[in-house]
């Protein structure tokens, strides 16, 4: 069974830009949650898709935001990039209901300068 | 506001010493309650999980945590560490307020000397 991906591996970006992440979860899973995990933070909860629908978002600007697909797939993008969203971005999924199960990706390694 | 608070950031222990990391959450309704671990290169996994039933909770590798509603606390527990479980921990809570949140704690990095 293949596990969840990210694309791409590390990213670097300028301030101002804009960034896009993605995500593919593990076949049969229909959520996608998206986190962020800066140095001496921990993992800070950003978004929960299920079946097509944002559940959930955390305490992060609208510029951050995704979407998810019909294939359950999901993209994070984040807007007008600043330096201090320069963290590893994971990407878990599971199955329907979030008491189930988190499956983590490898993350993808955001830098912004 | 719910949160989940792991005490201990760094731990450093010899190999066969017990461990014993602390987890505690604020939330007063019914939660779930995870402990992922993340090797060294690798990715975050499950070690183990409280859903209901059973208070003590064993896991993968020896570990095991004990729920402790009246505490608000999900401790992680290992009688004997090896240098392999050098890993970072992290604490995770599910509730239900309106919507689900999936709350992580900022983690423990354990080293083990062998």
């Known amino acids: 069974e293949a596990g969840v991906t990210q694309s791409p591996t590390h990213l670097i970006k300028t301030r101002g830009q804009q960034a896009t992440l993605r995500c593919s979860p593990i076949?049969?899973?229909?959520?996608v949650y998206w986190y962020q995990q800066a140095l001496g933070l921990g993992l800070q909860f950003l978004l929960w898709y299920d079946e097509g629908e944002e559940r959930n978002r955390g305490n992060f600007p609208p510029r951050f935001s995704g979407r998810q697909f019909p294939n359950y797939s999901s993209e994070l993008n984040v807007n007008a990039l600043e330096l201090e969203d320069s963290a590893l971005y994971l990407c878990?999924?599971?199955?329907?209901?979030?008491?189930?199960?988190?499956?983590f990706g490898p993350g993808t390694r955001l830098t912004v300068l | 506001a719910q949160s989940v608070s792991q005490h201990n950031h760094h731990v450093i222990l010899s190999e066969a010493a017990s461990l014993e990391l602390g987890c505690n959450y604020s939330y007063g309704g019914t939660v779930n309650l995870f402990w992922y671990v993340q090797y060294p290169g690798q990715h975050l996994q499950l070690l183990l999980k409280y859903f209901s039933g059973d208070p003590l909770v064993k896991g993968i590798k020896g570990f095991e945590a004990e729920f402790i509603k009246s505490k608000f606390s999900f401790n992680l527990r290992k009688p004997s560490v090896q240098w392999s479980d050098t890993a970072e921990y992290f604490c995770a809570v599910t509730s239900f307020a309106g919507t689900y949140k999936y709350i992580f704690g900022t983690g423990t990095r354990l080293k083990v000397l062998a």
């Open positions: 878990a999924s599971s199955r329907t209901g979030t008491h189930n199960e988190q499956f």
């Open positions: 076949s049969g899973h229909t959520s």
